[in-house]
């Protein structure tokens, strides 16, 4: 946050107002200092706040105007008097003459000791630089965690980059949904600093991503933030940074497989939707994509979403009426669509042969976080549209 004439003024322990009501209200102050001297500028430049008893100030009008133009000219902020100490107030075409060169004339309580001003400007203007290094922090954090999720930066790299931010191995990857971007980075916020727990983290739409260390520490901020009322996908704890591209797609499977309104799941705490298939994201990847992979394709080449029309199609146990009202499609555009589908991965959804491996490989692929949850999922198209 940057401190201004404005904020001085709005500082209760200031005790400031503006004798320039208006005027440069919003100029940058970045230090105060005391300058009794008739030519501050010399001694003072840019973003300072002159603070004088009025022993510098010229008394004839003319005078005046040469002093406020000089602090003018080197970028002083502003010049703040003692409302009862000056010999010669400032007269007023001086101060109409201020007004003119947009340059704040402001008047200082007697009992304000100017140390006391000085050190409220000082610890304002700190916050404000805290306040802008942790938000930078945070965007570097956020294009870190990315990075390093993609896998693209080779693990002995990525433990270097990752070391100054104080997050210790093993780590845990979460994904966390709740109501508002801004909201969710707030209780993550919160929780992490009550816990005193190192934090990375990165949006992703309406959901956040985070990394830290595994241990007692997450459990409890983890669960903090489902108590505010977010819903949380953990992945299982994990040793090296290659590994977190996996760990990522078990949190978002958890994520999915969280049912409840608030809490958290960890990825190999629910059951799979079927006896059959295996609990390793990457297995459950290759099963999905040899019955899947060249619908995705033509879905990516296409800008189509016939892979989302058959996973619902199918959890609507093949219901042409529910699948297609759920689609927001007419019957004969989610028919025309089915018998592409069928084209495009060889299978005939009238076997129950092929629907089960059909089922199977959408099971899959939600389990490994290659397919959005339904509720997650956007409408497919207006009626009469044919993909």
């Given at each position: 946050m940057t401190f201004t004439v404005r904020s001085l003024l709005d500082l209760p322990a200031a005790r400031t107002v503006s004798l320039t009501p208006g005027v440069g209200e919003e100029r940058v102050i970045t230090w105060a200092h005391v300058c009794e001297q008739p030519d501050p500028w010399r001694w003072l430049g840019e973003g300072a706040l002159v603070m004088t008893t009025g022993l510098g100030v010229p008394k004839t009008t003319d005078e005046q105007c040469s002093y406020l133009r000089g602090m003018q000219a080197v970028g002083i902020a502003a010049v703040t008097v003692d409302e009862h100490m000056m010999d010669a107030s400032f007269s007023e075409p001086a101060l109409a003459y201020a007004a003119h060169i947009g340059f704040p004339v402001l008047s200082t309580a007697h009992e304000v000791r100017y140390i006391t001003l000085a050190?409220?400007?000082a610890e304002a203007v700190q916050r404000g630089r805290d306040k802008l290094v942790q938000q930078t922090e945070q965007r570097y954090?956020?294009?870190l965690l990315a990075e390093l999720c993609t896998g693209a930066i080779p693990g002995p790299s990525a433990a270097r980059l990752?070391?100054?931010?104080?997050?210790?191995?093993?780590?845990?990857v979460a994904v966390v949904q709740g109501a508002g971007g801004r909201a969710v980075h707030h209780q993550i916020r919160e929780a992490f600093a009550a816990q005193q727990l190192p934090v990375l983290t990165a949006a992703e739409g309406d959901q956040v991503l985070l990394l830290a260390e595994a241990g007692d520490a997450l459990g409890r901020a983890l669960d903090a933030i489902a108590t505010a009322g977010a819903r949380v996908g953990a992945s299982a704890p994990f040793d090296g940074l290659d590994e977190l591209p996996n760990a990522v797609q078990q949190a978002r499977s958890a994520l999915v497989r969280n049912h409840?309104?608030?809490?958290?799941?960890h990825f190999g705490e629910h059951e799979t939707t079927s006896l059959f298939l295996p609990s390793s994201a990457e297995q459950l990847r290759r099963i999905a994509n040899q019955v899947l992979g060249p619908l995705r394709t033509y879905d990516e080449q296409r800008g189509t979403s016939?892979?989302?029309?058959?996973?619902?199609?199918?959890?609507?146990?093949?219901s042409w009426v529910?699948?297609?009202?759920?689609?927001?499609?007419?019957?004969q555009t989610l028919i025309a669509r089915i018998s592409r589908i069928e084209k495009i991965i060889d299978r005939d959804l009238s076997s129950i042969e092929d629907t089960a491996e059909c089922w199977l490989a959408v099971q899959?692929?939600?389990?490994?976080?290659?397919?959005?949850p339904a509720e997650a999922a956007a409408p497919s198209g207006q009626p009469g549209e044919v993909h």
């Open positions: 050190m409220a400007v954090g956020a294009l990752l070391e100054p931010h104080g997050i210790r191995q093993p780590s845990l409840l309104a608030s809490g958290v799941l016939l892979t989302q029309t058959l996973r619902v199609f199918l959890e609507e146990n093949r529910r699948a297609a009202e759920r689609l927001f499609v007419h019957r899959a692929a939600i389990s490994c976080g290659d397919l959005e």
